[in-house]
């Protein structure tokens, strides 16, 4: 009876304890809306970060970029509303902050998806899953005419009307990808990272000829920007180490008029593919 | 001539060495031969208490002599009421030569002490050495009135039993004696330590013996010099804790703790606590001394279940309840802090935080828990629950009133406090897009005091849906879409295979049917049967034509309308010249009876079928 009560005793314990401790994003979550609303906004935002190292949520990545707005590090903010627009890409306050984020930054937003609005990266899913309901469907309904012996004449046109229908959306699935790989090629430049001795006040980054700080500028980009990282033959993103340690990418703007190498730590990739 | 004896002429190493030798050798041929003579001595056994005469205060000595036998015996010795006897003897063996005999012998005396006066006589028992059993004579013992030496020495011994007990002693002190089943209550453990008594160190906290209660954790103790308790001076160390009582029904609940004490030698006293004995206590080495309290019981009680409130979640005290927020005006979707209070006395460690659900109007997040009080004994204090609170539609919302409920052991019934309920004004907030940003200018530093941020971005309060990863498997990368294609994959090839089958057993049926209108027209020819040539004619060109022409119905087929088929079909003018007169020639058949006759049915039958396989 003893061993019983103690027993029930220590399972209420460990389940309040599991309560308290479970859940750390959740936990870490709150505690950054509660340090915001006290107006610590540097806790917030470490707390936030803390988060997002565990898992993301649209609203977490939201925050996040409302906070750096706040903090004007516009380069973060565009970052995590991209984030926040990847995980939920209907949300319309976030693509309001973003449009506003990026006309504050002077940024020109990019056309990763503005030319096909209807083929961004976030309908390849709807793209694909049309492609395949209009295939399996008129197919079946072409051997729904075969076995009822429908008329050529209203077969073939059946058969022009589906192939249509499927190059249609045969191209916004290819647009689509394309979309896709390219947003998980996306790079948006987070701000400058002055030295010690660096007197340059300028909140342009340099985009190099050479991966080496020393190496003469190709052009500039501001925080904010998107740019996107060029693939090696493996896929992967073409990096560089340099013998100091650092790491470079190289990258160009989506027209491709702005290229050249900038530091791993000068940018944040929207999507962490893996393949680095 | 008197001659010196040998033995002084010698030198006196020499003596020496020959007296050692001598004695060496006694001893070796003692030893050796000591079996022969235990085998040749007969064995037998002794007994008797010596002295055989005490009083009641003092000891004797059972001493039993076993005779031809140094090997150790095997036994039990019988208990005597009113007699303790020891159980480790002390054994002492000889071994001797009586008249040239060689005699061995072994002693055990067992240490008695008397409980009571009168005349005991342990009867004889047996004792078994070897493969032998002696048997061990009975003994006698008087025991005598206690002197009034005697008496004088109890008397002391029991002074100085109540004195060790005075020197160090742990005391507990609870506010009731009696508790609720999980009720915290606050205690103090006070250990007394004489200031006469020379304590090196604590070592050892109080610990709780009692599994019925749970006890907070010790930590330092707070001290307190010159307490006087028994006319003595003490040093007091009191540790508060919350006791809290695990289960119902009468437990006994007691503490022990372990000190450190310098000691002079311990065989001077006769509580192997020498500094009694030693007004300055020495400087000798250390010795610990474990105090135990006495053991307390306490009457734990069920909590009663009459009067039980619905919302009861284990709170046991005094409380008093308030809430507060900390804005009454937000923007839709701005978080709002709700602080719920609890102060008082009571469990706290053990209060869940009130269940606030969400509506349609307000969202609610989990709490945060802070507390306000000694940390140790969560037993007196203010315990917070910060709710975060999102507004979920404009207008006026009420944030509830939260019920708190919890069992008052004072006044032994259960009560529930209610905190007001809060207005909150939410505004349905700015559309930022309608805000017009710094114009700005290409090439020119923007004046970064002017970025709007205040009103234009809005916080959840809520995460949403959580995503282990930002990236998430597309369709293309998701097995289980390829794997539905299976679905339609398989209705198709079903129906394709459907519809193959229908087509070829259409087919091979009309050329079951075609054939066995040829096989009636020949035989029709064999039979000179014209009509039956004919019908199977028209029938068989109906089916051709229809097959041909895609025509759904043969059989509905006239005359005209075969020939207008025939024309679709760019058949030449005399086989459709050819094919109007053999249905006139039908037609006549059918309608005019035997008159066609007459005509050869050879030929008939060449014509027809030659027609048949013109047909396109």
């Known amino acids: 009876m003893r061993s019983f009560a103690f027993g029930i005793l220590l399972y209420a314990f460990g389940a309040n304890a599991c309560a308290l401790f479970a859940d750390s994003q959740n936990r870490l979550f709150y505690d950054a809306v509660r340090a915001e609303a006290s107006g610590d906004l540097d806790s917030a935002i470490e707390a936030y970060e803390g988060s997002a190292q565990v898992a993301h949520s649209a609203n977490l990545h939201g925050n996040l970029a409302n906070l750096y707005f706040k903090k004007e590090q516009f380069g973060r903010s565009i970052l995590n509303y991209r984030k926040a627009l990847i995980l939920d890409p209907d949300h319309d306050d976030f693509s309001a902050n973003l449009s506003f984020a990026l006309e504050i930054a002077q940024v020109r937003s990019g056309d990763t998806d503005k030319p096909f609005v209807s083929f961004k990266a976030s309908t390849l899913d709807l793209w694909t899953a049309a492609l395949g309901v209009c295939f399996w469907s008129g197919l079946l309904l072409l051997s729904a005419f075969f076995f009822f012996r429908m008329d050529k004449v209203r077969t073939s046109i059946f058969l022009c009307l589906w192939l249509g229908i499927l190059g249609f959306c045969s191209f916004g699935v290819i647009k689509a990808k394309e979309k896709h790989d390219l947003v998980g090629r996306e790079v948006i430049v987070l701000g400058r990272i002055p030295g010690p001795s660096d007197a340059n006040r300028s909140k342009a980054i340099s985009l190099r000829r050479f991966a080496g700080s020393t190496s003469s500028a190709n052009t500039s980009v501001i925080p904010g920007e998107s740019l996107f990282l060029d693939l090696d033959d493996k896929g992967t993103a073409r990096a560089h180490l340099s013998p100091d340690g650092r790491k470079w990418y190289l990258a160009r703007s989506s027209n491709g008029r702005k290229r050249g190498w900038i530091r791993a730590n000068e940018v944040g990739r929207i999507l962490e593919t893996g393949k680095e | ?616």
């Open chain 2, 1 to 616: 001539m008197f001659k010196k004896p040998l033995r002084s002429s010698l030198p006196f190493p020499l003596t020496v060495r020959a007296c050692l030798f001598l004695t060496a050798w006694t001893s070796l041929a003692l030893s050796l031969h000591s079996g022969l003579m235990a085998q040749n001595q007969a064995m037998r056994a002794e007994a008797s208490f010596s002295p055989p005469s005490i009083t009641v205060s003092n000891g004797t000595t059972y001493k039993v002599v076993l005779f031809g036998t140094q090997e150790t015996p095997q036994g039990a010795i019988p208990s005597i009421p009113g007699l303790t006897i020891s159980n480790n003897p002390q054994v002492f063996r000889t071994a001797s030569f009586r008249n040239g005999t060689p005699s061995v012998k072994m002693e055990m005396s067992f240490q008695v002490k008397p409980l009571k006066q009168g005349t005991f006589i342990l009867p004889s028992w047996d004792l078994k050495v070897g493969s032998k059993t002696l048997r061990v004579p009975e003994a006698s013992l008087q025991v005598l009135a206690p002197s009034q030496q005697d008496l004088i020495r109890l008397e002391r011994e029991k002074q100085q039993r109540e004195d060790l007990k005075q020197a160090a002693f742990i005391e507990f002190d609870a506010p009731r004696p009696f508790l609720f089943e999980g009720e915290t209550i606050f205690a103090t453990i006070s250990l007394f330590l004489w200031d006469r008594l020379p304590v090196t160190r604590i070592e050892q906290a109080p610990v709780k013996i009692g599994d019925s209660f749970s006890m907070t954790e010790l930590r330092q103790p707070n001290e307190k010099r010159n307490v006087r308790r028994n006319g003595k001076s003490y040093t007091v160390f009191s540790w508060p804790i919350g006791l809290t009582a695990a289960m119902a029904g009468d437990h006994d609940l007691s503490f022990k703790t372990s000190i450190r004490i310098r000691a002079n030698n311990p065989r001077n006293s006769p509580f192997n606590s020498p500094f009694f004995n030693d007004p300055f206590f020495g400087f000798g080495r250390e010795e610990s001394l474990e105090i135990l309290g006495p053991k307390q019981t306490i009457e734990v009680r069920a909590l009663p279940m009459k009067g039980r409130p619905a919302g009861f979640q284990g709170a046991i005290g005094s409380f008093t309840s308030l809430s507060s927020i900390d804005v009454d005006r937000v923007s839709l979707g701005d978080p709002v802090r709700l602080t719920f209070e609890l102060s008082g006395t009571g469990n706290f460690s053990a209060i869940p935080a009130p269940q606030i659900s969400s509506d349609k109007q307000l969202k609610v997040g989990p709490p945060a828990f802070s507390f306000e009080g000694n940390q140790l004994t969560k037993h007196e204090g203010k315990q917070s629950f910060e709710y975060i609170l999102t507004p979920l539609s404009a207008g006026l919302v009420e944030i509830p009133a939260i019920k708190f409920s919890y069992f008052d052991p004072l006044e032994e019934r259960f009560l529930s406090t209610r905190t007001s309920a809060h207005p909150l004004r939410v505004d349905p907030g700015e559309n930022w897009n309608s805000a017009n940003p710094q114009p700005v200018v290409e090439g020119e530093v923007s004046n970064e005091d002017a970025v709007p941020t205040v009103d234009l971005f809005q916080t959840e309060s809520d995460p949403g849906e959580w995503f282990p990863a930002l990236q998430r498997k597309t369709l293309l990368e998701n097995t289980n879409f390829w794997l539905l294609q299976l679905i339609p994959l398989v209705g198709f090839c079903s129906l394709s295979l459907l519809g193959f089958r229908r087509k070829t057993a259409g087919i091979e049926k009309q050329r079951q049917k075609e054939n066995a209108l040829l096989r009636q027209m020949k035989d029709s020819v064999g039979f000179k049967d014209a009509p039956a040539l004919l019908r199977a004619f028209r029938d068989l060109l109906r089916l051709r034509i229809a097959s041909l022409r895609k025509h759904p119905n043969p059989s509905s087929l006239s005359s005209e309308e075969i020939l207008s088929l025939l024309r679709l079909g760019n058949n030449p003018e005399e086989i459709i010249q050819e094919a109007r007169e053999l249905l006139r020639s039908c037609d006549d058949q059918e309608f005019a009876g035997n008159e066609l006759a007459r005509q050869p049915l050879e030929s008939l039958y060449r014509t027809s079928h030659g027609l048949l396989k013109k047909l396109k």
